[in-house]
Each structure stands twice: as C-alpha cells, then as structure tokens.
C-alpha cells in the first residue's frame, strides 16, 4: 500500500507502529490529557486543558466557520457528553459547556444523544477510569489488537464493569486486560471481543 507519512493522534499521546510508516513520519496530537514528558520535540501538540477532546474540534469548527449538520452536531455532542459525564464531571470547563451549547444551536438532538449516552461515572469510578486510559498499551500479536491497562492503589469497591465496557467502546481491542492494585491484592478483568481469543485460557 501507500505509504504512511503523517499520524494524528486524537485523545491520546501513545503511538504504535504500523507497517508502512516512513522514518520522518509526521506526528500530530490533539489531547485534552497533561502533556507526556516523553514526547518527541518534533511531534506538533495540540493540547488543551478541556474536559472533552471533542470540544477542541467544535472550537476550530467556530473559529473556520465551518458549517455543521444536525448529525455532525449530534455526533459532536456525544463525545462532549461521553468525557465530561454529561458535563457533571470535575474536570468540564466552562469551554465544554459552551462548545455543547454551540452544537444545540447547530441542532443536536439531546434525545438521540440521551439514547446513546452512558450513565455517568461515579467520582471514584472516573479516577481509576482516567487512570486506566493513561497507563494502556497496545500490543499487536499474530495480527490481533491486545490492550494491557493498568490502575495503582485502587480501593473502588464498586461495579467494575462499567470501566471495561467503556475501555472497549474507546479502544475497540480484539481482547482487554485490566490489572487493578487493590487492597487485597491484584484483580484482573479479561475481556474478550474476538472468537479466536480465549482470555480465561
């Protein structure tokens, strides 16, 4: 195939080889998350302190006064919601609140997107969720996406699936391995998406 010479990377600061990359590969990142220290210096960083990524998007969308679809909107709104818990989480800012109230404007319907939307985190569940998307690694063998996450000094007593579900739904890995430092010692939660992989195996 062709050749790959540029990467934007959306939400996250990981990268992962993929064949075809050229050496002088052209890497971008849009993210909401603390800038990693590791970075390479000629990586372009788009990093803002939003509770959403998608609110970085709607924000270059005003300001190129490019026109959105009831849809795009729609689209748009969910990814605000899905961040920021529907704008109830502590780290929203004022910016994700007028960038959602800019794509209800632009006709997002709050009844798809209340269809759609996860129920919110609890506090204690969206600090080990935002523990677990900062500390994941993709692992490609024999062809299949792995995701290895890991959270420390875990003492949520509560429902965990929720955090693996939302993992899946963000990363869309073959197979999930979630290793969480508790209390009473380590859990792991497998989670398979791929007939050919047998996680409790």
Not at 59 to 67: G, K, L, V
Not at 89 to 116: K, P
Request: with cysteine; hydrophobic share 40%.
């Amino acid at each position: 195939g062709e050749p790959i010479k540029s990467v934007c990377l959306v939400d996250t600061q990981s990268m992962t080889s993929i064949k075809g990359m050229v050496d002088d590969l052209k890497v971008q990142v849009i993210d909401h998350h603390p800038l990693r220290t590791d970075i390479p210096e000629d990586w372009e960083t788009n990093i803002r302190n939003t509770g959403a990524t998608t609110t970085i998007f709607v924000e270059a969308i005003q300001e190129r006064e490019i026109p959105l679809t009831p849809i795009e909107a729609t689209l748009l709104l969910l990814g605000i919601y899905e961040d920021t818990g529907s704008l109830t989480y502590t780290r929203t800012t004022a910016e994700d609140i007028y960038a959602a109230g800019i794509l209800v404007e632009n006709g997002a319907s709050l009844a798809i997107v209340t269809d759609y939307i996860n129920h919110p985190l609890s506090p204690e569940q969206q600090k080990v969720y935002e523990d677990l998307r900062s500390n994941s690694d993709i692992l490609i063998i024999h062809g299949h996406s792995l995701i290895l996450a890991l959270a420390y000094d875990t003492f949520l007593v509560e429902e965990l699936s929720s955090l693996d579900h939302k993992l899946r739904d963000l990363l869309d890995p073959d197979a999930l391995f979630i290793l969480l430092t508790t209390s009473g010692g380590v859990q792991i939660i497998a989670r398979s998406t791929d007939d050919h992989i047998d996680v409790s195996e």
